[in-house]
């Protein structure tokens, strides 16, 4: 009962959703045009045939059948709105049907959608979640944690820990044989649980193969490809970069002049910019820049505490920083927690040598430690923000950045990367990580 309850909720949220976002679509036109905003709830109602295409899109696409996490169903959100208005001016277009509001409102009304549709959708797991109606009992086969904690610790995806009477099983293919989890997997179809399980083969995100199936061998197919060899999706990456640039210039140009006054007044003789070597595409060298945040005389004062602290040394090693850098300034430790000083890059960004979303740009000793990874890191341009950044940031180790830097090379898409740059704003704000 709770199970369709919830569906039946989410349903009319997704209704009311739509609802507020052309309601704002409407006042919003009315304003421009210098209507009287009168707030008639009447007016909201004639874009019927919008509502249902929706809806059904949403059906299409299994959102109220499936539980997908935060990041996933707004690719869904994204993906219906830009197709619902497509359908919408095609149909209005076709059967010629009478509407009393104008194509501006219906543009703008599906322009809300992308960002309503979602916000609404999260306030009412979290609120189901807290009020026990989007509970899912589930139980885990596997020993990732990391697994487990990203599929608990998500109220959105709404499943809790249970051993019995679990309606849901979540199985980590790695280390388990074909036999075991074919056992596992007829054992629980036939008590009619749904199942979940990772592939065999990791580091793939596979919700972007193409899967066939060969009925007559009974046998499905992945089929997966390097989408950044594309020149299509190269141009499409680079036209995302100089598209968000340009759109905030206004803010960065005050921040950059911010930022150069304060260096100056604290260290009147010191470089605003520090220019590094580090590996390109194809691990070409070229100057990362950075608002400078290490005293000028750094090299003597870290020779004299490594002296003092050697165990620094092993630190080091393992994360490629510094815990406590001596000759990190005042203002710079500021900027590195802020993440201020990576923001010249934005002009290698600018002349091609970087993007904005791409694997850590490396230093040439940093080769030797990227393992089997180098050829896939250096095959795509270095970003200023990436998935190591978001995941934890400077928290994890050497290793651990260049697994995922390789995952994003190997699985890109551009929404990845408009995720990327949303989670970025959030890790920036709180600060978490930064060093």
Known sequence: ?????????????????????????????????????????????????????????????????????????????????????????AALALL?????????????GFGFMIFIIPAFKFIAKILLFKLGFWKKKAKILGENKEFELAIFDDKYLGYIRAQTEYESLFIGGSGMSVQKLNELIEQNIKENKEILFTPVLRGYDFTQAHIYNLFNSRTSLFAIHNSLQSKFNIALKRGLDIFLIVMALPLLIPIFCAVAIAMKISEPRGKIFFSHQRMGLN?????????????????????????????????FEKYHKYENDPRVTKLGNFLRKSSLDELPQLINVLKGEMSIVGPR??????????G??????????????????????????FETRARMDAWYMKNWCIWNDIVIIIMTFKVVLMCKGAS
């Open 96 to 108: 010629k049907i009478n509407y009393d509001f104008s194509r501006a409102s219906l543009i703008l």
């Open 372 to 397: 089997r990874y180098a050829e896939l890191i250096l095959a795509v341009l270095p970003g200023i923000t990436g998935i190591w950044q978001v995941s934890g940031r400077s928290d994890v180790d």
């Open 283 to 315: 691990g070409k060298l070229f100057g990362c820049l950075k608002f400078r945040s290490m005293r000028e005389n750094g090299a003597e004062i870290l020779k004299e505490y490594l002296e003092k602290n050697p165990q620094e040394v092993e630190y």
């Open 1 to 89: 009962m709770k199970k369709y309850l919830c569906k039946a909720i989410l349903l009319l949220v997704d209704l009311l959703a739509i609802w507020v976002s052309f309601g704002i679509a409407v006042e919003l036109k009315n304003l421009f045009y210098g209507d009287h905003v009168l707030l008639d709830i009447s007016k909201y109602q004639g874009f019927g045939i919008a509502y249902a295409l929706m809806i059904a899109l949403f059906f299409y696409q299994g959102i109220y059948a499936r539980r997908y996490d935060f990041w996933h169903e707004c690719a869904i959100a994204v993906k219906s709105c830009f197709f619902g208005l497509l359908l919408t001016l």
């Open 361 to 370: 740009p490396c230093a040439q000793y940093e080769r030797k430690d990227m």
